[in-house]
């Protein structure tokens, strides 16, 4: 297996900025009992945009966590206060890591 970097870009809805990162706890969960789930950080740019990068220990894994997410906790919070249309989502099999 190779580990893959999944990176996430993507804008908030207005106004849903305040709790944004406090209600992630039940993706991070989610996330970490997902098969292969490695780490996750999750960042704010200097333009509001932000980052969610998750890395998991094969490109298998994270596209089966990926086409399980939003059928599994679409509906909470935090994944309501993104706007989907600014969603981009790619993957890339680490090169190098430390």
């Known amino acids: 297996m190779t580990e893959t970097l999944e990176i996430v870009t993507f804008r908030l809805k207005p106004g849903a900025e305040a709790g944004f990162v406090a209600s992630n706890g ?3 969960d989610w996330l970490a009992r997902q098969p292969g789930f490695l780490s996750r950080h999750l960042g704010r740019r200097e333009d ?6 998750v890395r998991w220990q094969s490109m298998e894994q994270a596209q089966a966590a990926a086409g399980r997410i939003m059928a599994e906790i679409g509906g909470s919070e935090a994944v309501q206060a993104i706007e989907p249309a600014s969603v981009a989502m790619n993957h890339a099999t680490i090169a190098l890591s430390r």
């Open 26 to 28: 039940v993706i991070t």
């Open 48 to 53: 509001g945009s932000w980052v969610d990068v």
